[in-house]
T-cell receptor, first 117, second 111 residues
Framework: DTEVTQTPKHLVMGMTNKKSLKCEQHMGHRAMYWYKQKAKKPPELMFV???????INESVPSRFSPECPNSSLLNLHLHALQPEDSALYLC????????????????FGPGTRLTVL | RKEVEQDPGPFNVPEGATVAFNCTYSNSASQSFFWYRQDCRKEPKLLMSVYSSGNEDGRFTAQLNRASQYISLLIRDSKLSDSATYLC????????????FGSGTKLNVKP
């Protein structure tokens, strides 16, 4: 079962709100990713977690705060966002980093469509 | 120079046609190669990993040429359901499996 779930599907928030996006996978994957995707553009990497430790932060503003409470869950905490942060936020997972070729295949969740007013 | 370059299309083809997508990558240290498809307002879905020997899955054939830093995807007997954007992706294991996406090629299969 190659399924990554994300909640909520849609989120509308004001610039002063605090909200969280959630991602879950039960495939035993040890690497998880957050991406941001704007319309008609490819996904842009934000964060990579490997074995529940943050491995990459792609110079993402501090108003985005990731958290990996355990190997199955990944959260993205949002605070004081700007309208330009409106986008589709995608979570992905892969078996691990490195190793055999198929370890690197990433499986994406359906995303959270975020609108910041 | 972009890490991964793709023809943005769109490719408009009739049902039953054969269509080929090409992609080039700039970093010779790239190690893993993939084709993803993305439907409008949906997430990318893994179509195929691309191996050095080339690989086939039904109507889909992927090839890799490391010397030319070139990846291709061939779709035979196109179906209406093949209409989507096809993303070429490369990654480098030593760089935390960071995915480098092409800009995507849009395919429209017409009846």
């Amino acid at each position: 079962d190659t399924e990554v779930t994300q909640t909520p599907k849609h989120l509308v928030m004001g610039m002063t709100n605090k909200k969280s996006l959630k991602c879950e996978q039960h495939m035993g994957h040890r690497a998880m990713y957050w991406y941001k995707q704007k319309a008609k553009k490819p996904p842009e990497l934000m964060f990579v977690y490997s074995y529940e430790k943050l491995s990459i932060n792609e110079s993402v503003p501090s108003r985005f705060s990731p958290e990996c409470p355990n190997s199955s869950l990944l959260n993205l905490h949002l605070h004081a966002l700007q309208p330009e942060d409106s986008a589709l936020y995608l979570c992905a997972s892969s078996q691990a980093l490195g190793g055999r070729e198929n370890y690197n295949e990433q499986f994406f969740g359906p995303g959270t469509r975020l609108t910041v007013l | 120079r972009k890490e991964v370059e793709q023809d943005p299309g769109p490719f408009n083809v009739p049902e039953g046609a054969t269509v080929a997508f090409n992609c080039t990558y700039s970093n010779s240290a790239s190690q893993s190669f993939f084709w993803y498809r993305q439907d409008c307002r949906k997430e990318p879905k893994l179509l195929m990993s691309v191996y050095s020997s080339g690989n086939e899955d039904g109507r889909f054939t992927a090839q890799l040429n490391r010397a030319s830093q070139y990846i291709s995807l061939l779709i035979r007997d196109s179906k209406l359901s093949d209409s989507a954007t096809y993303l070429c992706v490369v990654s480098r294991v030593y760089n935390f499996n960071k995915f480098y996406f092409g800009s995507g090629t849009k395919l429209n299969v017409k009846p």
